[in-house]
């Protein structure tokens, strides 16, 4: 079933989350729930404060996007990293590269408003998968930087906190819209009351 996507200026989006164990109730449904929303929505990933929900869960599939590059931006964004389809639970980044670049980012909880977002090129991250095997692994280029962004989402962090001064000025208005419900989105969408 696809939820309602948490909006900017919703509480749950500035908390850090709570870390969860394997007899989480619903936990299957929940991440299920997740699936389905992200496609329905055409996200890249989802974090469960977007579903309103303080947990440490999100989950991401660049195989889609992969799919739709051509060899050049394959090349350049994923290396020789193959996408990746996840469940990432109770994740922590342990370590992250000196290299940074910048790409354009948006969010399913800020719809119609984009900004250049500088992060690492590689991080190294510990994580459960939706199994609760657990996983130390390193991921590059844009893998990197969707768990990146979905990562801050358990941290209470939102993409535009990592925008420039002007950059955030010039987004300010639309913000506020968002935030007060006085827009419309193309997909069901939780507002802060």
């Known amino acids: 079933m696809a939820l309602a996507i948490t909006a900017y200026g919703t509480k749950v989006l500035r908390k850090v989350c709570d870390e969860i164990t394997k007899d989480y109730e619903g936990l299957g449904t929940l991440i299920d729930n997740m699936w389905e929303t992200m496609y329905e929505t055409n996200g890249v990933g989802l974090a469960a404060p977007q579903v309103n929900k303080a947990i440490r869960l999100f989950v991401v599939d660049t ?12 090349e350049d964004l994923f ?8 469940t990432f639970i109770n994740a922590q980044i342990v370590g992250e590269s000196e290299e940074v670049w910048s790409d354009n980012e948006g969010c399913l909880s800020l ?27 390193t991921f590059t280029g844009y893998n990197a930087r ?16 990592h925008l420039s001064g002007i950059a955030k000025r010039l987004i300010k208005g639309k ?14 969408m939780r507002f802060a009351k």
């Open 63 to 74: 195989e889609q996007v992969y799919e739709g590059m051509n060899d050049e931006d394959k």
């Open 79 to 86: 290396e020789d990293e193959e996408p990746i389809k996840e």
């Open 111 to 137: 719809p119609d408003i984009s900004g250049e977002v500088e992060r690492p090129w590689a991080i190294e991250i510990e994580y459960y998968d939706r199994d609760f095997n657990k996983h130390t692994k």
């Open 146 to 161: 969707v768990i990146q962004h979905e990562y801050d989402h358990t941290e209470g962090i939102l993409y535009v906190d």
């Open 175 to 188: 913000l506020n819209k968002i935030a007060e419900g006085k827009i419309s989105p193309r997909y069901r």
